[in-house]
Antibody
Framework: EVQLVESGGDWRQPGRSLRVSCVAS????????MHWVRQVPGKGLEWVSG????????AYADSVKGRFTVSRDNANNSLYLEMNSLRAEDTAIYFC??????????????WGQGTLVTVSS | EIVLTQSPGTLSLSPGERATLSCRAS??????LAWYQQRPGQAPRLLVS???TRATGIPDRYSGSGSGTDFTLTISRLEPEDLAVYYC????????FGGGTKVEIK
């Protein structure tokens, strides 16, 4: 059974940093691209970032480019999102999401339950 | 950036009725379009990929159609469990989501 378990969500003041993590199981993690998608509670979905299977290609939404960094550790089946210079508008549930394929960006066949990041003073 | 516009914003129907959800892209995405269902309090779930291919375990009440810029998700006979928000997603050029359609059951 595929499982994606996020952790690390917390409260931060604007301008501070936070790292959220995702541990995957039930599939060959190192063969698939992975993504972060966020959702303000009660609002729609926003793709944040993606990383290919071998970390050769990383991409970001314009809203987080230059502030967020995605990375992965295939040996430990883990995905990370380092968030710097946090803003109030980064407040959201962050979902770890599995891509259907290893390279480029495709549709998402498995989602974690999400971790809540709150940014406020 | 490719913008996806979903309509209507809310659909209120009775059990057994047909629901028709629309997703329109600001430029052609060929058939690189997926649909997701998000039930209250849950993570999204993949319903359809490639505009019309149902994901594993999805009932045949759900069907997707369209190509280019205009797409439709049809739920042929609504059941109470279909109460959810439905999102379309394009993966032709990066990734973007539509704003969602909320399906209410009368």
């Amino acid at each position: 059974e595929v499982q994606l378990v996020e952790s690390g969500g917390d409260w931060r003041q604007p301008g501070r940093s936070l790292r959220v993590s995702c541990v995957a199981s039930g599939f060959n993690f190192g063969s698939y691209a992975m993504h972060w998608v966020r959702q303000v509670p009660g609002k729609g979905l926003e793709w944040v970032s993606g990383i290919t299977w071998n970390s050769d290609n990383k991409a970001y939404a314009d809203s987080v480019k230059g502030r967020f960094t995605v990375s992965r550790d295939n040996a430990n089946n883990s995905l990370y999102l380092e968030m710097n210079s946090l803003r109030a508008e980064d407040t959201a549930i962050y979902f770890c999401v599995k891509d259907q394929f290893g390279s480029a960006w495709n549709y998402f066949d498995y989602w974690g339950q999400g971790t809540l990041v709150t940014v406020s003073s | 950036e490719i913008v996806l516009t979903q309509s209507p914003g809310t659909l209120s129907l009775s059990p057994g009725e047909r629901a028709t959800l629309s997703c329109r892209a600001s430029q052609s995405v060929s058939r690189y379009l997926a649909w997701y269902q998000q039930r209250p309090g849950q993570a999204p779930r993949l319903l359809v990929s490639g505009a019309s291919t149902r994901a594993t375990g999805i009932p045949d009440r759900y069907s997707g159609s369209g190509s280019g810029t205009d797409f439709t998700l049809t739920i042929s006979r609504l059941e109470p469990e279909d109460l959810a928000v439905y999102y379309c997603q394009q993966y032709s050029n990066s990734v973007t989501f539509g704003g969602g359609t909320k399906v209410e059951i009368k």
